[in-house]
């Protein structure tokens, strides 16, 4: 799975929140 660099930017960004970093990885194993 390929991400644009807007996407990595976004999800760096979005990591710096905890509760976000908690959601991402969720979302990880869903995808």
């Known amino acids: 799975m ?3 660099k ?3 930017q976004t999800i760096k ?3 710096k929140d905890s ?3 908690k959601y991402y ?3 990880q ?3």
């Open 29 to 31: 194993i869903v995808l």
């Open 19 to 21: 509760r976000t970093a």
């Open 2 to 4: 390929k991400s644009t």
């Open 13 to 15: 960004t979005l990591l």
């Open 25 to 27: 990885k969720r979302l």
């Open 6 to 8: 807007e996407e990595i």
